[in-house]
């Protein structure tokens, strides 16, 4: 008995244009779970299950909704899933590759035969948009994605996963207040008036690191799955940096035309992305029922992670 996706949506804001750049942005006042909750209609009609077939919730993010309860709660709440359990993933942009991995053990040895897994984002409440911080601001984007994992038998499936994190760089990708070791009050208004509740990139460190974590990670997964990585069929790479993926997909030589860089298009999707890459490329037909998809996303933490998945 294995773990597969049965079915996967996505839900994005209008695009707006900000900074220059066209960007799906939530402008109505809304949260993660909201936008997961959109994603999910589309997964639960490719997937022929319903909120009531819920089993667990995990729920990747770090917009949450509020700092607690989980967004994962809230999700459950707007579904209507009743006393599910439900638990958040702070991964940052691996979010969704530690949420899937988590999944497959739940679905594969354990009582869950349907587990919502969300990826949901609402940076652009938390940007800076002056011109202190428009080169992080133009990075990012808003949405969500949702997949439905579930236990099947037969080699389709989640292949293969892995998971890394590295703390000794969080300083470099990171947003430092609002804290909870600030004291006596977690954020004062010199931070706020200094910026520092907003999120820094050092562009040069995070570019380095991807180069170096992502391909060896991809590799790592490639065996775990006893594939090459011209076996598989589309490669999700998700980085903040677009131009630091394009070079990992270089290093590693892989075809141009079955790589995907959701941050190229949408802006930094974080936990979405790969999710809402996924369903984009089921429901434009680029992606169908049996191909080999690699996923691999690298980013705050640092935390970085792949995964090797057959449709």
């Given amino acids: 008995m294995g773990s597969a996706i049965l079915g996967v949506g996505h839900h994005l804001p209008d695009v707006v244009e900000r900074l220059g750049v066209q960007r799906p942005i939530a402008i109505e006042p809304i949260g993660p779970s909201k936008l997961a909750a959109r994603a999910a209609q589309s997964a639960f009609a490719a997937a022929k299950r319903t909120p009531a077939d819920v089993d667990f919730i995990i729920f990747a993010t770090m917009t949450p909704d509020v700092t607690f309860p989980g967004s994962g709660v809230y999700f459950q709440h707007e579904l209507g899933c009743g006393t599910t359990g439900a638990l958040d993933i702070r991964a940052q942009c691996a979010g969704f590759i530690y949420s899937l991995a988590i999944a497959d053990q739940f679905a594969g040895?354990?009582?869950?035969?349907?587990?919502?897994?969300?990826?949901?984002?609402?940076?652009?409440?938390?940007?800076?948009?002056?011109?202190?911080?428009?080169?992080?601001?133009?990075?990012y984007g808003d949405g969500a994605g949702v997949a439905i994992v579930g236990s099947i038998d037969g080699s389709r499936g989640i292949r293969a996963t892995s998971m890394h994190a590295d703390g000794r760089h969080h300083r470099e990708f990171w947003c430092e207040y609002p804290a909870s070791k600030r004291h006596p009050v977690r954020i004062t208004v010199d931070d706020i008036r200094a910026g520092r509740h907003f999120p820094t990139i050092q562009v040069d460190k995070v570019r380095e690191f991807t180069l170096g974590a992502m391909p060896s990670v991809i590799h790592e997964t490639l065996e775990k799955a006893g594939l090459r990585a011209g076996e598989v069929d589309r490669w999700i790479l998700s980085c903040i940096l677009p131009e630091a993926a394009e070079e990992v997909a270089h290093r590693l030589d892989l075809a141009k035309d079955t790589v995907d860089i959701p941050s190229a298009r949408h802006g930094h999707l974080t936990a979405a992305a790969l999710p809402v890459a996924l369903s984009e490329g089921l429901e434009s037909g680029t992606l169908a029922e049996g191909a080999i998809v690699g996923l691999a996303a690298c980013g705050a933490g640092f935390a970085w992670g792949a995964a090797i998945i057959e449709l």
């Fill in 109 to 139: 040895i354990g009582p869950y035969g349907c587990i919502l897994v969300a990826g949901g984002e609402v940076h652009s409440s938390g940007l800076d948009y002056s011109d202190r911080g428009r080169s992080v601001a133009c990075l």
